[in-house]
């Protein structure tokens, strides 16, 4: 864990509000100007009130809600803790047992529920939940106010089934480095259950386990094992890549009875490569004498490895934490991602056939042109054959394309322009035989990545347009039949404009305006069964902050979203809007019905700007 002697840890990142000198740029460096101030962004609505009289704020991430059972639910209280200063100190541990009060022991959802509150001054922190080292929830508090705040977390935990129902005493970890001090006062006071959904009697076994297939794709895995690191610790179970060089390892052994396995991969970034998708290259920054600006350029990878040879990659959703480029955008409507950061699979069956000898092998994890510091650590989910102590597999093809990458760069002194499009794709074929039949499996990773940047206002002024196209595809075939096929498109649009305006007198104008974008579409088969899924979910913020002597003395953010999920048998649609903490207006549409695509004012899509 790198060591701080100010509170830098993590996903902190006030808007880069400094005094405007030529030569100290804006570069959207994370500085803290509130650190030694009285006055911090999150307090200003509410400095002449008496706290004591106005309820907490509840924040929230915009997400559709998970699809439940009519059955009642068995509730599993984990852990409750205060989270003070518990920066550099071990994981707040639980011993862990599968409820035993429960009626039923059959569960075809499980859901994990975090509940916080914190009232004062403190930066956002990330978090990790593991049970058994096994990853559950990667996530950020939000930052709280003087009046105090709460939030929620819900996670459908069901394709951990088998870790979570284990008859044996287990340890939940929760692992979130807070610093508290006299100035830093707020503590997180968090509350973790569970909860177990029986399976509906009146729904055919086939919704419980979809374990009639042939091939036994479709079902859950029947193993998990933890790809982090190892109890005790003074810090969380995640790897810290901390440059490009630097590789997380982990060794492990699986059972001789694998049939399919599928690595689920944890991906969160911080300090220097926080804004990653912003970071200029190393030549602006050596032409112009800069120091403590983050570097390497805007394009990053996460590479995956088994002993030694690329499995597959992660070209990652850029998550925007709740005090990111500036934090009054993300209240109380947090950035998409902010409060479940997304997962990552890997499908590793075709090179079963290269582990399944009972021996120890290697999974390693790096970040092209990685800054410090990357957290990453991953689950290893595998389905056993119940009728054979041992299965049979060889891989026959793997091919990885190295990275494909055009740069240009046009700039004089501290303005100019800069683009970078990048290019690349992993596949594996392979077979495995066990009592299911011989399956023979390909995978396939398509990847494309385009940034624009335009640095201006002698690189007080930054633009930032970026498009991530990630897709994965995975068929599994049988000789006479296929078992398995699954496609996965997705699109990670990012658009952020910032700026830092002298206005005389000490006074500063620090404005920003920021697109995400977490676009997806999905199609599953197995045996029989189809299942097709779309995801659109757009979110625009436009923020504002006037400084004064290093001292914000006024400010305002507001937040547009529009989030559209349609699946088979569920649809959900919200479109909702806030500003300076209250919702303007707040839409929702949970059922399935024409003419309910989500749509947004075009002049939000793209925030024009010039350099001035």
């Known amino acids: 864990m790198a ?83 518990t920066y550099g100190k071990p994981p707040v541990l639980a011993n862990y047992t599968p409820p035993s009060h429960c009626s039923s022991k059959k569960f075809s959802k ?79 006071h968090v509350d973790i259950n569970l909860y177990f959904y029986p399976v509906d009697v009146d729904i055919n076994d086939h919704e419980y386990g979809s374990d009639v297939l042939a091939s036994g794709y479709g079902s859950k895995a029947d193993l998990i094992l933890p790809i982090s690191r190892n109890l005790p610790l003074n810090d969380g179970l995640w790897f810290e890549i901390e440059n490009s060089t630097d590789i997380g390892v982990k060794e492990f052994v699986i059972p001789q009875n694998v049939y399919r396995a599928v690595l689920e991969v944890y991906v969160s970034f911080h300090e220097n490569d926080e804004f990653w998708y912003s970071n200029v290259p190393n030549d602006y920054i050596a032409a112009n004498n800069l120091t403590d600006t983050p570097g390497n350029g805007p394009f990053r990878e996460v590479v995956v490895s088994l002993d030694g040879e690329v499995v597959g990659a992660v070209w990652p959703f850029t998550v925007v934490f709740t005090g990111g480029i500036n934090p009054l955008l993300w209240r109380p409507i947090t950035a998409i991602g902010s409060f479940d950061l997304p997962t990552y699979d890997i499908e590793i069956t075709p090179f079963l056939g290269n582990i399944l000898d009972g021996k120890t092998h290697k999974f390693g994890f790096s970040v092209t042109n990685a800054l410090n510091v990357w957290y990453i650590d991953a689950n290893l989910h595998l389905w056993l054959d119940g009728r054979s102590a041992k299965t049979e597999g060889k891989l026959l093809k793997h091919s990885s394309v190295p990275l494909q990458v055009y740069l240009e760069s046009n700039f004089k002194g501290l303005d100019g322009t800069f683009l970078t499009n990048v290019n690349r794709s992993i596949s594996s074929l392979g077979w495995v035989e066990s009592s299911h039949g011989k399956i023979t499996t390909h995978f396939i990773q398509d990847f494309a990545y385009s940034n624009s940047m335009v640095m201006g206002n002698s690189g007080n002024l930054q633009i930032v347009n970026q498009t991530i196209h990630f897709d994965d595809t995975v068929s599994a075939e049988m000789q006479s039949s296929n078992a398995y096929f699954m496609k996965s498109f997705k699109v990670f649009p990012l658009y952020m404009y910032s700026n830092t305006e002298d206005k005389g007198n000490g006074t500063s104008l620090s404005l920003a305006n920021v697109t ?97």
């Open 3 to 85: 060591s701080f002697h100010v509170p830098l840890f993590l996903c902190i990142s006030l808007f880069l509000l400094h005094q405007t000198q030529p030569i100290n740029a804006n570069l959207h460096k994370t500085k803290t100007l509130f650190r030694n101030s009285n006055l911090y962004p999150s307090e200003l609505p509410t400095l002449h009130l008496n706290t004591t009289q106005i309820p907490p704020t509840r924040y929230f991430e915009v997400t559709k809600p998970i699809e439940i059972p009519k059955t009642n639910p068995c509730s599993h209280h984990i852990l409750q803790h205060d989270f003070a200063f």
């Open 110 to 188: 499980i859901v994990l529920e975090w509940n916080a509150t914190c009232k004062g001054r403190q930066f956002d922190r990330i978090f990790g939940v593991w049970l058994g080292g096994v990853e559950l929830l990667r996530s950020c508090t939000a930052e709280p106010k003087a009046t105090g705040i709460v939030w929620s977390v819900k996670k459908d935990l069901t394709r951990y089934h088998s870790l979570l129902v284990k008859n044996e005493t287990q340890t939940f970890a929760v692992y979130l480095g807070n610093l508290v001090d006299s100035t830093y006062t707020g503590v997180y």
């Open 516 to 612: 995400l974008g977490f676009n997806e579409k999905n199609s599953e088969s197995a045996g029989s069964g189809f299942s097709e899924s779309s995801l659109k979910n757009l979110q625009n913020g436009q923020g504002v902050m006037f400084v004064k002597n290093n001292l914000v003395i006024s400010g305002l953010g507001s937040t547009q979203q529009v989030y559209h999920y349609h699946g088979d048998n569920f649809c959900y649609f919200r479109n909702i809007s806030s500003s300076n903490y209250t919702i303007l207006y707040d839409k929702v549409i949970n059922k399935c019905e024409k003419g309910t695509e989500p749509h947004l004012d075009p002049s939000l899509l793209k925030i024009k700007a010039s350099a001035s």
